[in-house]
């Protein structure tokens, strides 16, 4: 048997035995953080993969609203069964009100606890929520505490740079996008379909 079929006939084994061992089922707590980009477009993907499964999916988008974007206006044009409130003012530099961006974050927040209540939501993505625990535009706590007593089956996706430390413990899935190279350092301006 040559080299490169034991090797694969050992990972196969090695992954059949951790498949077998894994015999919970619970929805999941999903952070996605980091300064490279894709974390928004990775809760998305996962979005389209609940979709597929039948799952209802809600999102709330905090901090974004000032500029429309491609995956709100595919939602409403192919009508997905997705419940999308984009309830943000812009990037946080552009407001310059903290009061003006911590209503927009309660309401926000008020919004993704109603979806996070609802039962007949499967997934919920709560985006750019990490930007909003970096500023305590929001208390910690209560967002840890919410999460915390969801319903059992119910999968979360949180998304934003600076994840706090808590809300990583509590996760059950956390990736970190790395920023290797961007567009906007060679000065390239946001591209429709890929930064908006």
Same mark, same amino acid.
């Given at each position: 048997?040559?080299?490169?079929?034991?090797?694969?006939?050992?990972?196969?084994?090695?992954?059949?035995?951790?498949?077998?061992?894994?015999?919970?089922?619970?929805?999941?707590?999903?952070?996605?953080?980091?300064?490279?980009?894709?974390?928004?477009?990775?809760?998305?993907?996962?979005?389209?993969?609940?979709?597929?499964?039948?799952?209802?999916?809600?999102?709330?988008?905090?901090?974004?609203?000032?500029?429309?974007?491609?995956?709100?206006?595919?939602?409403?044009?192919?009508?997905?069964?997705?419940?999308?409130?984009?309830?943000?003012?812009?990037?946080?530099?552009?407001?310059?009100?903290?009061?003006?961006?911590?209503?927009?974050?309660? #309401?926000?927040?008020?919004?993704? &606890?109603?979806?996070? @209540?609802?039962?007949?939501?499967? $997934?919920?993505? *709560?985006?750019? !929520?990490?930007?909003?625990?970096?500023?305590?535009?929001?208390?910690?706590?209560?967002?840890?505490?919410?999460?915390?007593?969801? #319903?059992?089956?119910?999968?979360? &996706?949180?998304?934003? @740079?600076?994840?706090?430390?808590? $809300?990583?413990? *509590?996760?059950? !899935?956390?990736?970190?996008?790395?920023?290797?190279?961007?567009?906007?350092?060679?000065?390239?301006?946001?591209?429709?379909?890929?930064?908006?």
């Amino acid at each position: 048997m040559n080299r490169h079929k034991e090797q694969k006939i050992r990972h196969k084994q090695a992954f059949e035995e951790r498949k077998a061992r894994a015999t919970q089922e619970k929805g999941l707590i999903i952070v996605n953080t980091g300064a490279g980009k894709g974390k928004t477009t990775a809760a998305l993907g996962l979005a389209f993969r609940a979709l597929g499964q039948g799952l209802k999916v809600g999102i709330v988008q905090f901090i974004k609203g000032a500029i429309p974007t491609g995956e709100a206006a595919l939602v409403k044009k192919l009508n997905l069964p997705v419940e999308m409130h984009t309830m943000g003012d812009g990037f946080t530099w552009n407001t310059q009100d903290r009061d003006k961006d911590i209503a927009s974050a309660r #309401r926000a927040w008020d919004k993704a &606890v109603s979806l996070l @209540r609802d039962e007949s939501f499967g $997934l919920v993505i *709560l985006d750019e !929520l990490n930007i909003v625990l970096k500023y305590d535009y929001l208390p910690l706590e209560e967002i840890l505490q919410e999460l915390r007593n969801k #319903r059992p089956m119910l999968h979360v &996706v949180v998304t934003g @740079r600076n994840a706090r430390d808590e $809300l990583i413990d *509590l996760a059950d !899935l956390v990736t970190e996008m790395k920023l290797v190279k961007h567009p906007y350092r060679q000065g390239v301006k946001p591209q429709a379909g890929i930064e908006y």
